[in-house]
DNA sequence: GAGTGGTCTAGACCACATC
DNA sequence: ATGTGGTCTAGACCACTCT
């Protein structure tokens, strides 16, 4: 049994990308949607605030909940946090090259901020190709204690949904940091980088839900292709 | 009298805080806290998830909640929304220089954008200085009618303690995008840009509770002065 | 005054972790 | 078996908007 306000958020979700609810309209009230719905309030309000969370409704106090219309604007890293989102938006008619795979050298600062129990750490490097250009160099690091097997099989489809479907790890929260650098020597020899002189870092932690560090990710952009999309609510009260 | 779950919010903020609860502990169960805090357990509940999606707990079922240290990093630039949260990021040992002040020639795109019935709409650049240079170039485009006067002292301090404080309005949400741009005439004219060929925008529309656009902002950041900062927690379920 | 969303309560059952 | 967080209920009162 799916979890009702969960199907609730679905059904709304499907009707309002479906334009059965169109935008700028009121949605039913919250008493309303307890009978259409058969469920209580309190259920019906968990669905609509994800609704407003996710930037689907406005909730207008005293009024209704008005759709709106954020998401005509695409989401190409936004602030995400399923494998499953990650990987859709990640693999958009985008090739991915597999150019190292394997585990790192003792002298990598990052096997300091992963668990130190561990005698490897994996490594992989990939690019990923637009339109037949080398636009963004992936580093991934994995804990093998929690990834024991990774194949360039794997790391040239999804190890996103390798990870939640193969090995059932569940995500608890991510970290993410942007920044500008310039390029590196290594950089330059992946990526097609004509004549830019920076290059967009995005740093991404990577916690499981029992607070353990668990991968660190360099994604890194050629600016001219990157974009970041960040959709926030205000602050309660 | 102050909403209950928000004191307790505070209130537990305070005490991780100030190391009363230190990270890597566990919270107190929801049911103690019921009784310490003589309310309901949605109550806390309520509570509680404020703390998981501001990060500074990790909740995880059959076990407890988890004090977590990722706000040790600090949040330049952050997901907020808050003006007061804004001002006081931006103010951090800045000094703000008002360049231009005044009302949009009909030929500027933004115009269009803004609410479309009204004939004027402020236009406000300033550059900040940190440390003796200019980094950021900020151009603020308000709606006249929500903002009737507008002046160098204002801008010179806080438009949005103002915006808040005095006019009382209310933000509903804000959308933010990240993109590099190449250096405009203004840019080089405004900011102490050396040999940068590329600067970080960050774009924001800002809505008002009612769904209106009521502010667009540009914030231009020299590319090695910016960060920015992202907590995400996984999608419900 | 009627209708809306925001807060709060007291209780229930469930899934999961630990012993 | 006990304790934890996750979901759900049925009802209450409040602040706000609109007519």
Known sequence: ???????????????????????????PSENELTVQYETSRETIRKALNLLSQNGYI???????????DVHKFSFPVSGIVSYKELSKQLHLSSKTI??????????????????TTLEHVWKVI????????????DKDYFNNQQVPILTKDICENSIYEYIEGQ??????????????????????RYLDLEGFS????IKNHVYLEDTSLFQY??????PDKFRFIDFARRIQG
Chains 1, 2 share one sequence.
Do not use: C, W
């Open 58 to 68: 406005q909730k207008i106090r005293g009024k209704g909940s008005i759709v709106i």
């Open 198 to 201: 920076n290059i967009v870092v």
């Open 98 to 115: 597999v150019q190292e795979l394997g585990f790192i050298k003792e002298d990598e600062e990052i096997g300091k901020e992963l668990d």
């Open 217 to 222: 990710t360099e994604s890194r952009h050629r």
């Open 1 to 27: 049994m799916q979890k009702k306000y969960l199907t609730i958020y679905d059904d709304l979700v499907k009707k309002i990308k479906g334009k059965e609810i169109p935008v700028n309209t009121m949605l």
């Open 126 to 137: 990939r690019t990923r190709e637009i339109s037949g250009e080398k636009i963004i160099l």
């Open 167 to 188: 090995l059932g790890l569940t995500i608890g929260f991510a970290q993410k940091e942007i920044v500008v650098e310039e390029p590196t020597e290594e950089d330059r």
